[in-house]
């Protein structure tokens, strides 16, 4: 029997194995920071029929700055204390926030992490739905 001149090759090449695991490397680092940023928010569906947007404790942002906590004004200062104590008394957990669109972005987000910072999750916001033409 004739010896054949070609060897056998047992090496694996891991070259393009390495490409690959350093693109999707890649993509990792960069995706990772983006799924962390955001504000949690529970927004209520407006095809729901058992959800009613008035129940819970609601909170308004009127134009002219004022707070209110269920048609009670409400003071900046005193807010989570008020919101613990009607949240407490209220047969629904959640809470519902509601802003004039002349509201600054700035104060509805200072609200929202008034709210959060006082341990309520549940929170959904009150929008005016769209008319279908």
Known sequence: MKRSKYRINSE???????????????????????????IEVELPKSKADDLK??????????????IKLNDEKA??????????QIYAASSRKMVMLQADKEVPYGKVIQIMDRIKGAGINNLGLIVQPEKEK
């Not at 003071?75 to 613990?84: A, M, P, Q």
């Open 53 to 66: 947007p008035y129940e819970g404790v609601v909170i308004t942002l009127t134009r002219e700055g004022a």
């Open 75 to 84: 003071k900046l200062e005193n807010f989570e204390v008020r919101l613990l």
């Open 12 to 38: 694996i090449n891991v070259t393009s194995l390495v490409d690959v695991t350093m693109v999707l490397l890649i993509i990792f680092m960069i995706t990772a920071p983006l799924l962390r940023s955001g």
